[in-house]
């Protein structure tokens, strides 16, 4: 009788697992940054915000589809399996590859927007992720390179966030530990701040 009952609750619960909506989809886009190039396995700023969102009763699923030495046209050319997936919110950030190779703006541009107008042709949300470069770089390759973030989001009418580093870079001399080596890509501490700096931004456009 007893291994009857528990089949019976088997059962209820596997049906009722079938029966449960879907989680809404987010998908964080992007390059190296995104994917977590460098930090442990889990440490990525996607998985972090997927437990910040958890934590504050955002039912979503986040997926990383983040791949390391993209560029905004590499991006381009992955943007249909992510199409697919019909997400609900893309959370886009390419051109700092880009810019370190010093491609042409009005490419990175152009990509980036074909990118928003593909996505929200689709019905899909778009959170845009703005990039800066080192200063070597020169001031009107970098200004250009900035500019070009906030010209999409006011042309396109999608909400950014300016720089994915904005609260990491002021903190650095406080706490070192939050960039590798290289000075690039952020350690599992500084991916922590990262998604920090993209729930906030993120969370004022969704709903429980």
Known sequence: MRIVRWAVVAWILAAAALAAPPRPLIVA????????HGAPAGESYPDDLRRMMARSGYHYAVVNAGVSGDTSTDGLARLPPVLQRHPRWVILEFGGNDGLRGLPVA????????????????????????????????????????????????????????????DLVPRLRQQPGLLQPDGIHATAAGNRLVAATVWRYLRPLLHH
């Open 29 to 36: 886009f992007g390059d190296s940054l995104t994917a977590g």
């Open 107 to 166: 490419t990175t541009r152009a990509n980036l927007q074909t990118m928003i107008v593909r996505l929200r042709a689709a019905h899909i949300s778009v959170l845009l992720v703005g990039m800066s470069l080192p200063p070597n770089y020169g001031a009107d390759y970098i200004a250009s390179f900035q500019r070009l973030y906030r010209q999409l989001a006011r042309q396109d009418h999608v909400p950014l966030l300016p720089f994915l580093y904005q």
